[in-house]
């Protein structure tokens, strides 16, 4: 199957348009909110509520012997709210910090809701089995109702963040300056925090409880490398999630044996690895061809110092010197690429025997870099 015939299966595959359309609603609405997770500095409380969501699922199934996904999902919201007040509560009125209140809700809770999964399996009752695939999604089985619950709630989601936007901005970068204002930031937080269980609620049967918290930190954490602003930020997280849903769904589409949610968290993966490396503001790749133009441009205004300096023991300034002289400052290879890079500037300029001079552009130039040490010198 060729790209052509990949991209068409979205609009002629009845399972491939649905489940993209799926991921990608999934995938925007979490990328959203959890860009205010990013910048909050609690990536971990996704893992937790996602975590958390799993006794719900298993809960639900054993008082009402039903596998409707509507009352699953009751089931895991019920639970993933009883981890919010729980953490609420370790934070405020014990000595422990977030993060380790975090990670005792994330390991408690998960760990009660694999012990209830066992005790399903082992029970001879045949009507749990599927249960497990509440750990790591079922993509494939979305149906057109899972669509219209994801739009319905996702979309209300979104409401309320575009409604408390200014709200939601100033807890994630001064909370106390809003406490001064006389907003009632311990609800917004509340809030937010409960936006956050809807959303992993709605990707259960998409990515599982495991999987979910990748999809709330990666495409945040890609689009904070790419601006500084909190609705770019926040648009960017949008598409990355919904561009991660869309290809991991057209990539399972293409074997039998690739499960949907991982494929999704691969691709979210690679859009934050890419992120990392080219982002224009922090990429890897950009950082290091700075700080080579850096040392660079370093190197380039030594060698036309010294060239500088060394002229002003003549009478003529643009007198040339030796290469050797130079590389006896900086090295061999420094200065030959540092001369070539001056050249280009026609700062430089060669002379017989590799001796090199200043050009008129080139004096005027180390005049006035001299001029500006000197003038440093002088403040300190």
């Known amino acids: 199957m060729n790209l052509w015939e990949l991209l068409a299966s979205l609009v002629n595959d009845h399972t ?4 993209a359309l799926g991921t990608a609603g999934l995938g925007a609405v979490s990328g959203v909110l959890g860009a205010f997770a990013v910048l909050r500095r609690q990536s971990l409380l996704g893992d937790a509520l996602s975590h958390a969501a799993l006794p ?3 809960l639900a199934y054993m008082l009402t012997a039903s596998k409707t996904p509507l009352v699953l999902m009751l089931g895991a919201g019920f639970t993933g709210f009883l981890a919010i007040g729980l953490f609420f509560i370790i934070t405020r009125h014990t000595r422990i910090k977030e993060d380790a209140s975090l990670g005792i809700v994330l390991s408690t809770f998960f760990g009660v809701g694999l012990l209830l999964l066992t005790y399903l399996q082992r029970n001879p009752d045949a009507r749990q089995a599927g249960l497990n695939s509440f ?5 494939a089985a979305l149906l057109t109702r899972d669509l219209v619950t994801i739009a319905i709630f996702g979309g209300l989601a979104l409401l309320v963040v575009f409604i408390l936007w200014k709200e939601f901005k100033l807890l994630s970068f001064d909370r ?3 406490s001064s204002l006389g907003f009632p930031m311990p609800g917004l937080d509340l809030l937010l925090t409960s936006l956050l269980v809807v959303v992993i609620v ?3 049967q998409a990515v599982g409880v495991v999987l979910m918290s990748a999809m709330i930190v990666a495409p945040g954490a890609a689009a904070r490398q790419w601006t500084d602003d909190l609705a770019r930020m926040a648009l960017l997280a949008a598409f990355f999630g919904a561009l991660a849903g869309v290809s991991g769904a057209l990539i399972s589409s293409l074997g039998s044996g690739l499960s949907t949610g991982p494929v999704i968290v691969l691709c979210a993966s690679a859009i934050v690895l890419v992120s990392l490396l080219l982002a224009p503001n922090r990429g890897l790749a950009w950082n290091a061809w700075r700080n080579w133009r850096s040392r660079s441009r370093l190197r380039g205004e030594a060698v036309l110092l010294d060239l500088y300096r060394m ?8 007198q040339p010197h030796p290469v050797s002289a130079l590389e006896a400052v900086s090295g061999a290879r420094a200065t030959q690429r540092s001369l070539q890079n001056l050249l280009a500037r026609g700062l430089v300029q060669p002379g017989k025997n590799n001796w090199w001079a200043l050009t008129e552009q080139g004096l005027a130039e180390a005049q006035r870099m001299e001029a500006a040490l000197a003038a440093d010198r002088d403040e300190q």
């Open 56 to 58: 719900g699922v298993a």
């Open 135 to 139: 750990l790591f999604g079922q993509a």
């Open 16 to 19: 491939v348009r649905t489940v």
């Open 202 to 204: 709605l990707g259960l």
């Open 311 to 318: 002229g002003a023991q003549h009478e003529d300034a643009l």
């Open 176 to 178: 106390d300056f809003g």
